[in-house]
């Protein structure tokens, strides 16, 4: 059968036509309006035919060839039609993806199928030219926090190379006159102010990120002098001048610890600037960043051949070090002590090698505890978030990590999904079964700071990650670590270098392990 004729067009109909005649057929024959109905076998099997000659018209379009229809298949979606969906939402053609996403039974609707919903909803929703925040308020803003926290899990999504190359022109573009980088990029209504520790920091970490996803340096060439200039002033002022310090901080955001910002059952927003233990909290986690960006300048400065400017930068990195263990370790070489009870505190002391010696592993036990103490669930915001599962695989806590990752009780990220959330949450507490929604002056149920936690799925938990002295994926290191608790897992990710595969599960006590590599990768 043509497949033309199979959606009622010509061969020369424009693909704007030949998707309007797809959307047409898709609404008349989706089996759910025959849900109960004699004819309902009848209308699967003719969406069956609709899905895949609206597939073969899209492949042949693409490659320039013709072809003929063969059929239905009577195995319902395949999986080499989800390959295509797939590479649909890898090229930035949501709403192709979500046409045929809409179009498969909802009997057919798997795991794979509302992962891959979840991820063209995301897209649509928030990576639209800017990285917003929410699609639904009056606010929509190019986030920098949230988008730093996230962007390496969004090249597990698509290829997002060329969109961050352009949104970090609108950080360029939005830079403060002394170096600092706004909280929002573009400018905007508001969140356009300086020397936000986790926001600011966005200037240096989503650019490093784009480079060892990637392995093209343009990107870091492009904003060089800007990172310079960024990190120079961070290394000077460390976020203690009179405007930074009396200036309300966003630090950790929407977490579940005492010290949090936006305001939670603590209320210490209010009233930090009179709590010294809460400045304090600002000014390790501030200096935290401030290591971190000059390790990853260090990194990127090597990369693009500047050594002397990268000598600097380790220079930088040794200072704030020195800087963090002398203000804010006690003399046992742990942290100060109204900062111990924080998850988010000890996740840096860890993450960024703070402590030492019996100091870390005393640290990572104070970790624990907290995490024992609160039912085995995260207490983090946006910052701490992002770093948690890290660190708690490298210092030996992987079992933790999991734990986390499949806890169903609140904060999680598994409560949501259990209140019918298809995509992340702004709040742990967007909405609660015990107190309905959550606070109607900031709420949002598309908001994928949260969602970092997939980079950790994908890179530990599935063990597909690029080879840090080789970026862009030239050189691989598959290394999953399974728990028997998630039973099974299938990981595919188009890298630069080409599709990668990884699928392992448990056969009793036995675990099973298959992978793909791409031809002339290591």
């Known amino acids: 059968k043509d497949p033309y004729t199979m959606l009622g067009v010509s061969r020369d109909a424009t693909d704007e036509d030949i998707k309007k005649a797809y959307r047409t057929l898709a609404r008349k024959y989706h089996p759910d309006n025959y849900a109960g109905s004699d004819l309902a076998d009848v209308a699967e099997e003719k969406m069956k035919e609709i899905n895949e000659a609206y597939d073969l018209i899209t492949r042949m379009r693409a490659t320039g060839s013709s072809g003929t229809y063969s059929g239905a298949s009577s195995s319902g979606y395949s999986s080499g039609n989800y390959a295509d969906i797939r590479h649909r939402i890898n090229e930035g053609r949501y709403s192709d993806a979500e046409i045929l996403l809409d179009a498969i039974p909802a009997s057919q609707r798997g795991a794979e199928w509302n992962f891959l919903i979840g991820c ?31 962007a390496e899990t969004g090249t597990f999504f698509a290829n997002t190379n060329r969109f961050f190359h352009k949104w970090m022109r609108d950080m360029r573009d939005s830079q403060h006159d002394d170096g600092s980088f706004p909280g929002v990029a573009p400018l905007a209504q508001y969140g356009n102010t300086p020397h936000e520790l986790g926001w600011a920091d966005a200037g240096v970490i989503v650019p490093y990120t784009m480079w060892r996803r990637y392995g093209d340096t343009t990107i870091l060439n492009e904003n060089w002098d800007a990172m310079v200039k960024f990190v120079d002033v961070v290394s000077r002022v460390r976020y203690t001048n009179a405007e930074s310090c009396q200036r309300h901080q966003w630090a950790d955001w929407l977490s ?57 930068f380790d220079a930088s990195a040794k200072r704030a ?14 942290l100060l002590r109204p900062m111990r009870h924080l998850q988010t505190a000890n996740v840096f002391a860890l993450r960024h090698g703070i402590t030492e010696g019996a100091a870390r592993e005393a640290t990572k036990e104070l970790l ?64 609660m079964i015990e ?25 530990t938990a ?51 392990w298959d992978f793909t590599v791409p031809a002339g990768a290591v």
Request: glycine residues 10%.
């Open 435 to 459: 107190h309905g929604m959550g606070p109607k002056g900031m709420n949002s149920f598309n908001h994928y700071a949260y969602g970092c936690v997939c980079e950790w799925i994908w890179e």
């Open 321 to 334: 070090l020195a800087y963090i263990r002398g203000r804010f370790l006690e003399k046992d070489g742990l």
């Open 368 to 431: 624990l505890k907290s995490i024992r103490e609160h039912g085995d669930c995260l207490q983090t915001g946006f910052l701490g978030t992002s770093f948690l599962m890290d660190a708690l695989t490298g210092c030996g806590a992987v079992d933790v990590a999991y734990t986390l990752l499949l806890q169903h009780a609140n904060p999680s990220w598994l409560y949501s999904v259990d209140q019918g959330a298809t995509t992340v949450w702004e709040r742990w507490n967007s909405y």
């Open 462 to 512: 599935a063990g597909i990650a690029s080879d840090p002295s080789d970026p862009g994926f030239k050189t691989i290191i598959m290394k999953p670590v399974p728990d028997k608790r998630l039973g099974h897992l299938k990981a595919e990710y188009e890298s630069p270098a080409g599709k990668i595969v990884s699928a392992w599960k448990y056969e009793g006590d036995k675990w099973i």
């Open 120 to 150: 063209v909803a995301v897209k649509k929703g928030n990576f639209v030219d800017v990285p917003t925040d929410c699609p639904q308020r009056n606010e929509r803003l190019g986030w920098t926090a949230d988008t730093q926290v996230f």
């Open 256 to 312: 579940y610890e005492t010290f949090e910002t936006c305001g939670n059952s603590f209320g210490s927003w209010k009233k930090w600037k009179k709590d010294p233990d809460a400045k304090n909290y600002r000014l390790y986690l501030a200096a935290c960043y401030w290591l971190y960006d000059a390790r990853l300048m260090s990194e990127m400065g090597r990369a693009t051949g500047r050594h002397e400017e990268a000598a600097w």
